[in-house]
């Protein structure tokens, strides 16, 4: 184990009591951080940069060091259903066909972000811009965010050749190395001049950079990698240099932390955690100033739950007492709901082989062993396009109103991938290919996270996304199919013949296309919402936080994660999920 972790078996300082009962630890920390995730990392990092403040970081999963499959970031699925993944499952989805779906989760040091796909964007502008409007708070709107999200990003500058001009905006990165590496693809793969040429062709503007506010046209895929490996809020924030060099924080790994309790005579003061060690005692540990909670979009709600803080009904249907109604705990869940869609093509430098040819795979993981440079030190995608539903849709009419945060702002989100990316549908043994990946992102779908009623206090949380069960997702799902199909029809791709392996029959009907979406949609695991952030004065119950960070109604205790945003992110939420991390460290670090 790396110097400044320690697991749940070291001992307390108290004598042990029997299995079963509670033990008091003795030592007590200012901060108490539930959850060494995304958010959860950076901000146990920021708060014991002051040596003087006391921080204990509790992590349900292992450390991340020396962890090959969350280093090199082409092999990342092989975390899916490991021992780094928390192993959800959705309640069936009756617009999926009834297919329960995985919900993957970071179960390890650094959360989601230690086995994600590294996609780094950061939420266009407008949707900062709304969050600072429903909160009443300014400081969410994109200019007063952005210094946060340049404070944790490493930019690596792309070579200086005309290859890559125009394919960055400086003005809108950060360039702290030791932070979280940001990288954009520079390999040259054949895939790019195709799918910046066909975006033209079929009118989809170029967009100079991703990340820049204003994401909707085709760019440059960025990733959070350095170096040819997975850059991680682990990697940056909580890596074994900072954790040996602070004597001030602390790390608890494979440790389950089951709830929060009330300090007893106070006024709903929750600075106490409790959690299960390796022995199954029950141990609980105190803040001296405040709790917390980053357990993530799944794991924040239902510790509030089980801690008394939630709907008043649904606690009582699982023999839970309520200490505070909250009836937005685990309400207004979001996510994207994705697809993706297949054509064959004669190139033959897709990644097909990698994935199906183990000697393949082999030569390419040489290479990496040897300088941590090639094919697997990125994922199989090099442009990605942000889309709208075009004004005059048919939707539109009856005066349905956009539900995304305004004309800049994405409904959708295709992603062009160098190989056979399908999971419904296996990958061929031969033949090469390149896909769609299709997600709905500006959704008006809210799904619900709730307590396992067979086992509400240590069981998995029970998780309906809801996925395409209003019009508008599946018609936005249906418009970002058929812009796939235009795009790969387009003349750019003829040279590379492009052959769909679905029957195009469906693009002519919605009923038909619906079929084919309930067979081969997935989720998207980009959960937020379940304790939403709203106005300071919002009325009781609707909203789980303040604008900053505090739960509402008691004291002592701030969540900071996915579970905050009170709307879908229309982007990937690392991003912005790391933004919030250090603004709330400032807010904390100021007294506010
Ligand atoms: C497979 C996958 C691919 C993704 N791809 C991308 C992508 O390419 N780009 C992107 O931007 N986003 C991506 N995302 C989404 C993004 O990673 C997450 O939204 C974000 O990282 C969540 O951050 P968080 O801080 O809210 O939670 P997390 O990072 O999940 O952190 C929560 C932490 O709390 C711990 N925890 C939970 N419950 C307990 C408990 N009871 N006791 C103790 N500890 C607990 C967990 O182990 C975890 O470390 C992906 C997610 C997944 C899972």
Same mark, same amino acid.
């Given at each position: 184990m790396?110097?400044?972790?320690?697991?749940?078996?070291?001992?307390?300082?108290?004598?042990?009591?029997?299995?079963?009962?509670?033990? +008091?630890?003795?030592? =007590?920390?200012?901060?108490?951080?539930?959850?060494?995730?995304?958010?959860?990392?950076?901000?146990?990092?920021?708060l014991?940069?002051?040596?003087?403040?006391?921080?204990?970081?509790?992590?349900?999963? +292992?450390?991340?060091? #020396?962890?090959?499959?969350?280093?090199?970031?082409?092999?990342? +699925?092989?975390?899916?259903?490991?021992?780094?993944?928390?192993?959800?499952?959705?309640?069936?989805?009756?617009?999926?066909?009834?297919?329960?779906?995985?919900?993957?989760?970071g179960?390890?040091?650094?959360?989601?972000?230690?086995?994600?796909?590294?996609?780094?964007?950061?939420?266009?502008?407008?949707?900062w811009?709304?969050?600072?409007?429903?909160?009443?708070d300014?400081?969410?709107?994109?200019d007063?965010?952005?210094?946060?999200? /340049? /404070?944790?990003?490493?930019?690596?500058?792309p070579p200086?050749?005309?290859?890559?001009?125009?394919?960055?905006?400086?003005?809108?990165?950060?360039?702290?190395?030791? /932070?979280?590496?940001?990288?954009?693809?520079?390999?040259?793969?054949?895939?790019?001049?195709?799918?910046?040429?066909?975006?033209?062709?079929?009118?989809?503007?170029?967009?100079?950079?991703?990340?820049?506010?204003?994401?909707?046209?085709? %760019?440059?895929?960025? @990733?959070?990698?350095?170096?040819?490996?997975?850059?991680?809020?682990?990697?940056?924030?909580?890596?074994?240099?900072?954790?040996?060099?602070?004597?001030?924080?602390?790390?608890?790994?494979n440790?389950?932390?089951?709830?929060?309790?009330?300090?007893? #005579?106070?006024?709903?003061?929750?600075?106490?955690?409790?959690? /299960?060690?390796?022995?199954?005692?029950?141990?609980?540990?105190?803040?001296?100033?405040?709790?917390i909670?980053?357990?993530?979009?799944?794991?924040? +709600?239902?510790?509030?739950?089980?801690?008394?803080?939630g709907?008043?009904?649904?606690?009582?249907?699982?023999?839970?007492?309520?200490?505070?109604?909250?009836?937005?705990?685990?309400?207004?869940?979001?996510?994207?709901?994705?697809?993706?869609?297949?054509?064959?093509?004669?190139?033959t430098?897709?990644?097909?082989?990698?994935?199906?040819?183990?000697?393949?795979?082999?030569?390419?993981?040489?290479? !990496?062993?040897?300088?941590?440079?090639?094919?697997?030190?990125?994922?199989?995608?090099?442009?990605?396009?942000?889309?709208?539903?075009?004004?005059?849709?048919?939707?539109?009419?009856?005066? @349905?109103?956009?539900?995304? %945060?305004?004309?800049?702002?994405?409904?959708?989100?295709?992603?062009?991938?160098?190989? !056979?990316?399908?999971? =419904?549908t296996?990958?061929?043994?031969?033949?090469?290919?390149? %896909?769609?990946?299709?997600? *709905?992102?500006?959704?008006?779908?809210r799904?619900?996270? =709730?307590?396992?009623?067979?086992?509400p206090?240590?069981?998995?949380?029970?998780?309906?996304?809801?996925?395409?069960?209003?019009? !508008? &997702?599946?018609?936005?799902?249906?418009?970002?199919?058929?812009?796939?199909?235009?795009?790969?029809?387009?003349?750019?791709?003829?040279?590379?013949?492009?052959?769909?392996?679905?029957?195009?029959?469906?693009?002519?009907?919605?009923?038909?296309? &619906?079929?084919?979406?309930?067979?081969?949609?997935?989720?998207?695991?980009?959960?937020?919402?379940?304790?939403?952030?709203?106005?300071a004065?919002?009325?009781?119950?609707?909203?789980? *936080?303040?604008?900053? @960070?505090?739960?509402?109604?008691?004291s002592?205790?701030?969540?900071?994660?996915?579970?905050?945003?009170? @709307?879908?992110?229309?982007?990937?939420?690392?991003?912005?999920?790391?933004?919030?991390?250090?603004?709330?460290?400032d807010?904390?670090?100021?007294?506010?």
């Open positions: 790396a110097p400044g972790f320690y697991s749940s078996e070291t001992p307390s300082l108290m004598p042990l009591a029997a299995v079963g009962s509670v033990i +008091p630890r003795a030592d =007590t920390y200012d901060y108490i951080v539930v959850g060494g995730g995304s958010a959860g990392s950076i901000i146990a990092s920021r014991s940069e002051n040596s003087s403040v006391s921080v204990l970081v509790i992590e349900g999963g +292992p450390s991340h060091e #020396g962890e090959v499959d969350l280093t090199i970031p082409y092999v990342y +699925p092989r975390t899916f259903r490991s021992r780094f993944d928390w192993n959800y499952t959705t309640v069936p989805q009756p617009n999926l066909g009834n297919r329960p779906g995985i919900y993957l989760r179960h390890v040091l650094g959360g989601s972000s230690s086995i994600n796909g590294m996609t780094l964007n950061r939420a266009p502008a407008s949707d811009d709304k969050i600072a409007s429903y909160t009443g300014r400081s969410f709107r994109w007063a965010i952005l210094p946060y999200i /340049k /404070k944790n990003e490493g930019f690596n500058r200086n050749t005309p290859e890559y001009a125009n394919t960055y905006d400086p003005g809108v990165h950060g360039f702290n190395a030791d /932070k979280i590496g940001n990288t954009l693809v520079t390999d040259g793969n054949w895939i790019s001049q195709p799918s910046l040429q066909a975006a033209t062709e079929v009118g989809i503007n170029y967009v100079r950079d991703v990340n820049g506010g204003l994401p909707v046209g085709i %760019s440059w895929q960025q @990733f959070s990698t350095k170096d040819g490996s997975r850059s991680s809020a682990a990697t940056a924030y909580l890596n074994a240099g900072i954790l040996s060099s602070r004597s001030n924080l602390k790390v608890l790994l440790t389950f932390v089951t709830r929060l309790l009330p300090v007893s #005579g106070t006024d709903l003061k929750f600075t106490t955690v409790e959690y /299960k060690d390796a022995s199954g005692n029950t141990v609980t540990v105190s803040a001296r100033r405040e709790v909670l980053s357990a993530g979009v799944m794991s924040t +709600p239902i510790i509030l739950m089980r801690s008394g803080l709907p008043r009904a649904h606690l009582q249907a699982n023999n839970i007492t309520t200490i505070l109604d909250i009836p937005a705990v685990g309400q207004n869940l979001q996510d994207r709901c994705g697809a993706a869609a297949v054509w064959s093509v004669n190139a430098d897709t990644d097909d082989d990698i994935d199906r040819n183990p000697a393949v795979f082999n030569r390419w993981l040489n290479q !990496w062993n040897q300088n941590h440079t090639g094919r697997l030190t990125q994922m199989s995608y090099r442009q990605m396009i942000f889309g709208r539903v075009p004004n005059n849709a048919s939707i539109f009419s009856g005066g @349905f109103q956009d539900p995304s %945060s305004g004309p800049t702002c994405p409904h959708y989100e295709l992603y062009p991938a160098n190989k !056979w990316t399908s999971p =419904t296996p990958q061929p043994a031969t033949g090469n290919f390149v %896909s769609m990946n299709i997600f *709905v992102s500006a959704s008006n779908v799904g619900t996270v =709730t307590l396992d009623p067979t086992n206090l240590t069981g998995n949380p029970v998780i309906d996304p809801k996925y395409l069960s209003s019009e !508008w &997702d599946r018609y936005v799902m249906r418009d970002a199919i058929r812009t796939s199909a235009r795009y790969f029809n387009a003349p750019a791709w003829k040279k590379w013949n492009a052959t769909p392996v679905f029957d195009t029959a469906i693009l002519n009907s919605d009923s038909a296309l &619906d079929t084919w979406i309930s067979s081969s949609a997935f989720g998207g695991v980009h959960g937020i919402g379940t304790a939403r952030m709203g106005p004065n919002s009325p009781a119950g609707q909203d789980v *936080v303040a604008p900053n @960070f505090k739960v509402k109604g008691v002592g205790l701030r969540i900071a994660d996915t579970s905050v945003f009170p @709307f879908v992110i229309n982007g990937h939420t690392m991003g912005a999920v790391y933004a919030i991390a250090e603004k709330v460290s807010l904390i670090k100021s007294g506010n």
